[in-house]
């Protein structure tokens, strides 16, 4: 693996950090960090993040999982961060198919064996990295316990909003045009552009502001919107996930009630039917509890936490 850069001035990560560039199968190169424990006996967290999501965002999240004991690995998507972007419009968040991030999830998992990682390994997928995730434990994936927060096991839209969004996205995706903005959707930053009044992924100023700075600093980190081919395809991967059955793998998953980005309902009816699975629904928070108020923050590591203890515990 050769070493890749990384903001550790911007990320408010703990130090001892590794930065590596990794290819898939398709040719796509991928950015990943790396954080090492003091000792192995907690294992590793593989880290998912979200749809615009990228490494140096969650510095805080890794620093609390380190403090748990845990190694961290953590993925710029295709098309986010570092990685290679995949649509002729560098801004944008596109997608030939769905599972070409399996392809992104099978070079993750061959990098933690090369760097040998210890187990057991977890799992932690944050919206559509929960999408990914949940699709990779249906696909293998070895991990002895999961956690989702906000999982984009169906997208936050209203029936009529529903029916125009697979008819639309489908009809551009025929025609040749899937690399077209969808509506409301343009090349600018969502942090950048948006007021911390009234946005849609935090309550926390602090973290808001963070996302914000390093917008500044590094454009080059930054996505904007999504393509028409995102959204169909993401469509597309959520009505499959809806028909598989839950994997047989402890899990916990967080929502907030009322997150209007994904489907609540779609999260509800997953971990209904999980065996050895929980839902915890969570008040007066934003759609990415993973870059939430200290008091969120503490409550998900507390859970989960416990879930790792008692996976490793039994082991």
């Known amino acids: 693996m050769v070493p ?45 993040p979200g ?15 380190q403090r748990l004991g845990h190694a961290v690995l953590v993925v710029d998507w295709r098309g986010h961060g570092l990685s290679d972007r995949v649509a002729a419009d560098r801004n944008m968040i596109h997608v030939e198919r769905f599972s070409d991030y399996q392809k992104d999830v099978a070079s993750l998992s061959q990098a933690a064996e090369e760097l040998e990682l210890p187990k057991p ?10 999408c990914i995730g949940l699709r990779a434990l249906a696909n293998g994936l070895s991990v002895s316990a999961c956690a989702f927060t906000s999982p984009m096991w169906g997208i936050g839209l209203k029936p009529m909003e529903r029916v125009g969004a697979w008819t639309v996205s489908r009809t551009f995706c025929a025609i040749g045009r899937s690399q077209t903005y969808c509506p409301g959707h343009n090349a600018k930053n969502y942090a950048s552009c948006t007021a911390f009044e009234g946005n849609r992924i935090t309550n926390d100023g602090d973290m808001y502001q963070l996302w914000r700075d390093q917008a500044a600093a590094k454009p080059e ?26 994997p047989n793998v402890p899990c916990i998953a967080f929502c907030g009630e009322q997150d209007a980005i994904v489907d609540v309902r779609a999260i509800q009816d997953r971990m209904a039917s999980w065996p050895n699975g929980e839902l915890e ?27 790792s203890g008692m996976v490793v515990k039994c082991g």
């Open 121 to 130: 390994w977890f799992l932690i997928g944050s919206s559509m990295g929960a």
């Open 221 to 246: 980190l930054q996505t904007g919107g999504s393509s028409m081919g995102w959204l169909y395809q993401g469509l597309a991967e959520c009505r499959s996930l809806s028909k598989i059955p839950a």
């Open 51 to 65: 749809r615009t999501q990228y490494i140096e965002l969650h510095g805080r999240t890794i620093e609390h999982l």
């Open 4 to 48: 890749a850069p990384f903001n550790a001035d911007l990320a408010r990560a703990p130090n001892g950090e590794a930065a590596y560039w990794i290819r898939t199968d398709d040719g796509v190169r991928l950015r990943i960090g790396v954080w090492r424990a003091d000792d192995g006996r907690n294992g590793t967290v593989l880290l998912f």
């Open 281 to 307: 629904m969570m008040r007066d928070v934003g759609h990415e509890l993973l870059l939430e108020r200290p008091l969120v923050q503490e409550r998900i590591m507390s859970r989960l936490s416990d879930l």
